[in-house]
């Protein structure tokens, strides 16, 4: 029963650049409108844009505090960090496969 997922979601998943991006607003209108339907549609993805916006806006919260210049904060610094904390959960939640994967030094995922 795979028929309820059209093909053409599961196969253009948003990565977390493109998440980034729109929610920059530097998307064209009509991959907004793609990225939209993609994240209406499938709920992996609308969970990581939710997971990343929330990470992204406590850490625009922060700078806010630590300065009053966030304007001149470059773009990847939020990325960077929201990824960080990403990878950060992802290891926590993987605990027993990392603890058995740490070992080969050699299973080190991104994303
Ligand atoms: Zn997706």
Do not use: W
Not at 19 to 48: F, I
Not at 52 to 59: G, H, L, P, Y
């Amino acid at each position: 029963m795979n028929e309820l997922q059209p093909q053409k979601y599961r196969n253009s998943c948003l990565d977390r650049g493109l998440l980034v991006t729109m929610r920059d607003g530097e998307l064209t209108p009509e991959e907004t409108e793609q990225a939209r339907a993609h994240l209406a549609a499938c709920p992996d993805c609308a969970a990581d844009e939710r997971s990343m916006q929330t990470a992204s806006q406590e850490i625009y919260e922060l700078f806010t505090l630590l300065g009053p210049s966030q304007d001149e904060i470059p773009e990847t610094q939020p990325v960077l960090l929201a990824l960080q904390s990403r990878i950060e959960v992802e290891s926590r939640r993987e605990e027993s496969h990392a603890a058995a994967s740490y070992s080969t030094g050699s299973n080190i995922r991104l994303f």
